[in-house]
């Protein structure tokens, strides 16, 4: 056996998001010194007293540091310390600890020889543990002198030890033969000699930090993070960790629910969302605020599809209001984050705060920021407002265009600035005293609430690299909020946030499938794989191993990279667009571990390792720190600088996604969004910039407008087939489909509004063309003015002779019959034209150019993945369209019919993957 040790930085990657608060780290330093300072005196005690003392000092020091109230730290039976699962010393042990004297070289392993007592002795106690007392829970073992630790995680002892056959005649011997524990160590210590594996371990000496401990610089403690982190109850006990980026922040969600005004409910068994109860609604909740605006205004009337929105004046009411609300509260959350990004690049510089009372006074202030400030370039703004935000970018996001529902009926300015709000019981805001304060007895305004509501958390952590954190403020990043706005975006139907581990899994087999489809074809693998990517890669000739090696060999790292920028990934129900992040990341990661995420110039990120940890990608460097944008580094910011590229290279050509819902596209684009911006970076040359004081003047790469990728409409329904002809259609227009793929792409980074707006309209333009040239086309207008033909012909033809009876006979049946197909064919024609469960059909013939053949034919998706909707009911006459269209299904649950539609939409060798 040999053992293959890392340091703590790379075994904590799970947790490397996870700041640790000062305080924190100030015990652990305290504790760890001590422990520290009491190894000199251990081995000038005799020896049975000096272990005692030993498992006394590592007891204490664990216990005081993490464990005191939440977990039991003691011996057990004959091991020298165990951490148990709970508060009590009869629940499961799951970590063993073997300690040794720092003398005791003889029986303590080293990274040459493990094969010592000390493992024998963690061999006997970890076979006892899952033998004797039927223990699944053992999390890690550790063995340790103190000044040496050596970390085991009990998954490799059980698929190294635990199933070794050896090894368990061994023990049944012991325990059948009642041998005593100098026979296992004797005969274990054989067949350990023997065992050709490599054992996992993590190992440190404590000793290395003594400069850390003791020396009174706060910066140098970001050192001990990792360490901190691996002894904590989060990597040991693989406990679940406080701000775990998988989890939903129950508090700032009700929060956020609350400003907004409404609040979530059990209903049969589901959560869903609502508005709050007349007796529970406050006038200066921002819903409640937009009703009464749209109310005075009266301006339901100008929306041209007024019945989309409900049947009822008071459901139209609510659910413009609604959608209004969102689009408003994307534009805060995005900014927010904006906010927070430009604190960490600039060294939490508080001339970079904006989202606040002090700057936005009011709604008419609110509405300028939007559409006077981020829709603006810097250049095109007033001086007055280039006076007050010269330190808020420009980023050409769409999300800052006056949407068209706010065109149509109002805009945030339109809302009552007098209004105060309540603060929710339990609120962010809240001190400790006033917690129970029963809700309604302080009050505030609206936005000073929200924007000090938000303030009472994180944002600036998110992509900063803050190992230590002053404050206990909660973070809250992309992953956080995206599971908020799954919550919100399903408030009808009690929508659940699909688990990040579930995206995660999904996305890695479908997208890698889809990879090697692509990197493989048309020539076969070559042979096995070596070098720094190969182990990354899988290393295994077949499957990964060989995509890998097909680079470089057959084909250039570029030609590999635009390869894989040619995958099209649909989700056709994209909800708030968890897939799609997932996906982006998966790519991100494939490229990474392929070696072909290269700058501008060509030049890999090879010494950077990407991977995904809790749905979001976690890149770290050669030392195993989070990487983390600087500004004025100009590795950092060609680092950033490629992330932000591939990503939007990715989302632009790669990413797609339909839903029925206009509040989950504008959640989906916000997400995508948000991704971009994490990886946003200044365009000026770093050359050019003294200090980070000339930095006020730089503008972040503007954001492209991806928007154009994620669309509204009804995935399950379509008025033209897939291989409906489009030739005709394309003679007939002064546009290809390249000119209208280039449209698109021109749409994609175009920053000027008006260009974007006349881009629409072409875009708009071709597609009404293809409608108009493929309904000529239609095969049952074919077929109408074919049966009119005759018909005609029929009637209208005379005869010198009158026909005999039969004749007669024969021409009223075939007159009747063609006057029935006539009838049906228009009746057909015309529901699809005027029915209105076609009003928000999609067609997926033309949307997306980019998965058309320059000769129009649809070619389908590599890869079509989601989460379908499940329990939804179909009506008549939507449900009998459906059934046209996709055919008959088991029973009438909606999920069957998405399944359908994927299979119509993906290519030949494409990969499916649908959560049902």
Not at 64 to 84: E, F, G, P, Q, W
Not at 305 to 331: H, K, Q
Not at 645 to 666: A, M, W, Y
Request: charged fraction near 25%.
């Amino acid at each position: 056996m040999k053992l293959l040790p890392q340091p703590p930085q790379k075994a904590v990657k799970a947790l490397v998001k996870q700041p640790v608060l000062r305080s924190e780290i100030d015990i652990f330093k305290a504790n760890l010194t001590t422990l520290l300072d009491k190894i000199a005196a251990i081995d000038q005690r005799p020896q049975d007293e000096s272990e005692e003392h030993l498992k006394n000092d590592l007891r204490d020091f664990l216990r005081d540091t993490y464990y005191r109230n939440s977990h039991a730290i003691n011996t057990k039976d004959k091991k020298d310390l165990v951490i148990h699962t709970g508060k009590t010393t009869d629940t499961d042990a799951g970590v063993l600890i073997e300690a040794k004297r720092p003398a005791n070289v003889a029986e303590m392993i080293t990274t040459q020889n493990p094969n010592k007592k000390a493992l024998h002795e963690l061999i006997l106690y970890y076979l006892d543990e899952r033998g004797r007392a039927e223990n699944t829970q053992l999390k890690h073992l550790i063995v340790s002198n103190i000044n040496e630790w050596y970390v085991f995680d009990a998954n490799d002892f059980d698929k190294l030890v635990y199933r070794n056959t050896q090894i368990k005649k061994l023990y049944e011997t012991k325990l059948n033969d009642r041998k005593d524990n100098p026979f296992f160590y004797e005969e274990i210590a054989k067949i350990v000699a023997k065992m050709d594996v490599e054992m996992p371990c993590v190992y440190f000496n404590i000793t290395t930090y003594d400069t850390v401990l003791r020396n009174q610089n706060p910066d140098d403690d970001r050192e001990l993070t990792a360490l901190y982190k691996l002894l904590s109850p989060p990597h040991l006990l693989k406990v679940a960790a406080p701000n775990d980026a998988n989890s939903l922040n129950d508090r700032f969600y009700r929060e956020l629910l609350h400003l907004i005004g409404l609040e979530e409910v059990k209903d049969g068994g589901k959560n869903i969302i609502r508005r709050k109860q007349p007796a529970e609604r406050h006038a200066a909740s921002l819903l409640e605020a937009a009703i009464d605006a749209i109310e005075t205004e009266d301006v339901l009337h100008r929306i041209p599809d007024g019945a989309m929105y409900g049947s009822t004046l008071p459901e139209r009411t609510f659910n413009v209001a609604l959608e209004l609300c969102i689009t408003w509260i994307n534009r805060i959350l995005f900014l927010k984050l904006l906010e927070g990004q430009l604190l960490s690049y600039h060294a939490a510089n508080k001339d970079y705060l904006f989202l606040n009372s002090a700057t936005i006074n009011d709604f008419d202030e609110l509405f300028k920021l939007f559409h006077k400030v981020l829709a603006v370039n810097l250049n095109d703004r007033s001086e007055a407002i280039k006076a007050k935000y010269s330190r808020v970018p420009y980023l050409n996001s769409s999300l800052f265009d006056i949407s068209e529902l706010e065109d149509q009926t109002i805009k945030i300015n339109a809302l009552d600035n007098g209004g105060m709000m309540p603060l929710m019981k339990g609120s962010a805001l809240a001190t400790s005293t006033s917690d129970s304060t029963p809700r309604g007895k302080a009050t505030v305004g609206l936005l000073s609430y929200l924007f000090q509501f938000l303030d009472a958390y994180d944002f600036a952590s998110e992509g900063a690299a803050v190992a230590i954190q002053d404050d206990h403020r909660t973070i809250i990043n992309a992953s956080v909020l995206g599971k908020v706005f799954e919550k919100i975006n399903g408030y009808k139907d009690g929508s659940i946030f699909t688990p990040a581990f579930i995206t995660m899994y999904m996305c890695r087999q479908t997208i890698r499938a889809a990879v090697m489809e692509k990197l493989t074809a048309p020539h076969p693998p070559a042979a096995p794989p070596s070098g720094r990517y190969a182990a990354r890669a899988g290393g295994a000739a077949g499957g990964w191993g060989a995509v890998y090696d097909r680079i470089g060999s057959q084909i250039s790292r570029k030609e590999a990279n635009d390869l894989i920028n040619t995958l099209r990934v649909c989700d056709p129900a994209v909800g708030s667009g968890h897939f799609l992040v997932s996906a982006l990341n998966e790519i991100i990661v494939i490229k990474s571990e392929l070696g072909i995420l290269m700058d501008e110039n060509g030049k890999t990120l090879r010494d950077y390792d990407i991977s995904i940890v809790n749905d979001e990608l976690v890149i770290t460097d050669e030392n195993g720190d989070v990487f983390a944008y600087n500004p004025n580094s100009k590795e950092s910011t060609r680092v950033q600088k490629t992330l932000f590229h591939e990503k939007q290279t990715i989302i632009e050509n790669c990413l797609f996604g339909v839903d029925i819902n206009p509040n989950s596209v504008k959640i989906c684009r916000l997400r995508l969004w948000i991704e971009l911006l994490k990886n946003a970076y200044y365009c000026q040359n770093v050359g050019e910039v003294s200090n980070l004081a000339d930095v006020k003047n730089w503008q972040l790469q503007t954001l492209p407008n991806i928007d154009i990728n994620i669309k509204c409409g009804n995935s399950l329904l379509s008025r033209f087939a897939l291989d409906a002809d489009l030739s005709k259609a394309l003679r007939s227009i002064k546009y290809d489909v390249a000119a209208y793929r280039g449209f698109v792409n021109d749409y994609k980074n175009e920053k000027n509004r008006e260009a974007k707006r006349g881009l629409t309209q072409i875009i708009e333009r071709i597609k009404a063309d293809f409608r108009t040239e493929i309904n000529k086309n239609d095969k049952k207008l074919l077929a109408l003015n074919k049966a009119s033909g005759i018909l005609y012909n029929l009637t209208a033809q005379t005869s010198l002779l009158p026909p005999t009876p039969k004749e007669a006979k024969t021409r009223k049946e075939q007159q009747a019959k063609l006057e029935a197909e006539i009838s049906k064919l228009t009746r057909d024609i015309d529901d699809i034209k005027s029915n209105a469960v076609y009003k928000n059909a999609f067609e997926w013939r033309f949307e997306f150019p980019e998965v058309l053949n320059d000769q129009g034919d649809f070619m389908g998706f590599d890869v079509v993945i989601g989460n379908p909707p499940y329990g939804v009911s179909m009506k008549n006459g939507l449900r009998q369209a459906v059934v046209s269209s996709l055919g008959k299904v088991p029973d009438y649950e909606i999920y069957y019919y998405f399944i359908n539609i994927a299979k119509k939409i993906l290519k030949p060798n494409g990969v499916k993957s649908l959560l049902v």
